[in-house]
């Protein structure tokens, strides 16, 4: 099971929606690209299978959007500009993706605390501290 939703209705084909949340995303070019390829494998299988949703916020505190990006026809918007916390508690994610959280941030306690986050993907150096807080976000302990 993918933690997913099971769809109750006999009469359709059986998806399951999986909502992620990508915190600090940047100009949400990662999500756009996970959302396309999702799209395309979904299109592949629409009988069955995960209905999956990448939903990208940052708080815009990095200045990372630019608005420079080529806009494609059916493009999704930006990202949401709202903190990790406060997107953790609005959407109740299952899953959580964070790329190179900020040096001296730790937003893997906001994720713990949520009930509903079952896991989270982080990416990013783990030993010196350039990616959220070594102990904190890692448990790592440097020497």
Request: with cysteine.
């Amino acid at each position: 099971r993918a933690y997913a939703d099971e769809d109750e209705d006999e009469d359709r084909p059986r998806r399951r929606a999986l909502e992620v949340l990508e915190v600090g995303a940047g100009d949400g070019r990662l999500s756009r690209a996970l959302n396309d390829e999702c799209a395309a494998i979904a299109r592949a299988s629409p009988s069955r299978g995960v209905s999956v949703t990448v939903r990208p916020t940052d708080d815009g505190s990095l200045g990372l959007a630019r608005g420079d990006r080529v806009v494609r026809d059916g493009a999704p918007e930006p990202p949401e500009r709202v903190d990790a916390a406060a997107a953790l508690e609005r959407y109740r994610p299952t899953i959580v993706l964070a790329c190179w959280q900020p040096m001296g941030v730790d937003w893997t306690a906001a994720m713990r605390a949520c009930d509903a986050v079952r896991e989270y993907v982080l990416v990013g150096e783990t030993d010196d501290g350039v990616c959220g807080r070594p102990w904190e976000t890692w448990g790592y302990r440097g020497g």
